[in-house]
């Protein structure tokens, strides 16, 4: 997510981070990098054109020439330029007094409506809300299906019924998913593979009978630039409220996410950061800014861990710790629940300075949990209690019962289990910078000798 970007804004802004005085000319030379990161990682011209000449007029005051930390200032301003660009302000849905709140959901054919419209029913089930779905795409085939078993998969009802006619599916999933409880349906709406009449005429149709309190527009952000004219297309005859961005984790530029609301006036108010259909959250460009910059995002990654951890949970494992009764059942509850949190990937780059300090970090080998957890659950519920109890035959049993190698079972037991520090030193340092010699500890026993002389 915005990896490319970040690297090449992370360059551009490298220089000034460390000086004092600043001086036009390096100025210039960081805005031209900057401009170049912004249009390599395909983000509207005018709207770079723009963010550039905000940047250079507060870099170039008087303020910051004369400051004792005029680098530190110019990276302050790229970092509130960038939130304002992705909408600085509440990304939170709007919902109505009087239940159901109706979210509609437009976009392409290909964008991810349907998947989105699941994560978005989970994200508010887990936030306490009693959502239903309807599907309301007759045009795409096995779209209903789709939906259908999604719902299933996170419990959430899900009404289908077979018409020709959106708004008559619209106006009885309504009526029958309200009076079955929910305060919240979301409408999976049809799409196109490209914006024609037929399609407007129909999302017109449906908005009106539906009169939503939300109306999000889904985008592909692997469509670039292509995103943003949907945009545009779509907020000429819907208006929506807010956009709904999909497949942000496989898109390494980040060009639609920094464009569409500069183009469009409308906000980004959610994204998918993952395949999963628990990887949905709320957009806040603030952090978002951060994280490209390299700043981290500690916010995100304590939200993270409030939902994965149950706070009670939480202080039995402790207790059982400092009891020394921590068994390789509480270990696998632990590593689930760092499971849940994210990738080590995702997590490291939310720790402030981290993400960029460590080389390699995509290069770790997160299977190491998927095979610890296979070595716990191939031992029986005494060995898993009592570890003490596992000797040389039953260790060759767990591994052959999880397919690793002995060696494996045998460091386990020794207690030699991955964790985020050994993780994390997968990934190496990153090189000294030219011309810096590393102190040794024969450099310092040089010195030390040299000044007894």
């Known amino acids: 997510m915005f990896d490319t970007l970040s690297d090449r804004l992370q360059s551009a802004l490298g220089d000034l981070r460390g000086r004092g005085k600043l001086d036009e000319e390096a100025i210039s030379r960081a805005m031209r990098e900057i401009r170049l990161a912004l249009l390599e990682a395909d983000v509207n011209f005018e709207v770079v054109k723009d963010f550039v000449a905000q940047v250079r007029e507060r870099a170039v005051g ?20 960038l939130t304002a660009l992705m909408g600085a302000g509440s990304s939170k849905l709007a919902f109505t007094g ?44 096995a779209a209903i299906d789709q939906l259908e078993q999604l719902g299933r998969q996170i419990q959430v009802p899900v009404y289908r019924e077979d018409q020709s006619d959106p708004v008559t599916v619209v ?23 490209h914006v024609d009449e037929d399609l407007m005429q129909e999302l017109e149709r449906v908005r009106d009978e ?64 993952g395949e999963k ?13 951060s994280r490209i910059l390299g700043m981290g995002d500690v916010l995100t990654l304590i939200e993270r861990a409030e939902q994965a951890v149950e706070e009670d ?6 207790a059982r710790m400092l009891k020394g009764q921590f068994s390789f059942d509480d270990l696998l509850k632990t590593y689930r629940m760092i499971g849940k949190m994210g990738s080590i990937q995702s997590l490291l780059k939310l720790i402030p ?29 005494q060995e898993r209690s009592m570890p ?40 190496q340092p990153a090189a000294p910078q030219p011309g810096r010699r590393k102190a040794t500890k024969s450099n310092k026993k040089k010195k030390r000798q040299k000044s007894r002389r």
């Open 62 to 81: 008087q303020e910051v020439l004369k400051s004792l930390t005029a680098g530190q200032q110019v990276v302050k301003a790229v970092h509130e330029e």
């Open 98 to 141: 009087r239940p159901p709140t109706v979210i509609l959901l437009a976009g392409l054919q290909g964008s991810g409506k349907t998947t989105a419209a699941a994560k978005l029913a989970l994200l508010l089930r887990k936030e306490g809300r009693s959502p239903g779905l309807v599907a309301a795409d007759l045009q795409r085939p």
């Open 171 to 193: 106006h009885n999933g309504m009526r029958s998913l309200a009076d079955g409880g929910a305060d919240t349906v979301i409408l999976d709406t049809a799409g196109r593979l």
């Open 210 to 273: 539906a009169r939503p309190a939300n109306v999000l527009l889904v985008l592909d952000a692997m469509t670039g630039q292509e995103a943003v004219n949907v945009a545009l297309a779509f907020q000429e005859r819907i208006a929506f409220d807010g956009v709904l961005m999909t497949k942000l984790d496989g898109d390494a530029r980040g060009g639609a996410a920094l464009s569409v609301k500069a183009v469009t006036g409308r906000p980004i108010k959610l994204i998918s950061v």
């Open 277 to 289: 259909l628990d990887q949905l959250e709320y957009f806040h460009p603030d952090r978002m800014a």
């Open 313 to 318: 949970e939480q202080a039995e494992l402790e």
């Open 353 to 381: 300075g981290l993400g960029k300090q460590l080389e390699g970090i995509d290069q770790i080998d997160e299977k190491q949990f998927g095979r610890v957890e296979a070595m716990i659950l191939s031992m029986t519920p």
């Open 388 to 427: 003490r109890v596992i000797d040389g035959s039953r260790r060759q049993r767990i591994a052959r019962g999880s397919g690793v190698e002995l060696d494996e079972v045998n460091r386990l037991m020794k207690g030699k289990m991955p964790d985020l520090g050994a993780l994390a030193g997968q990934a």
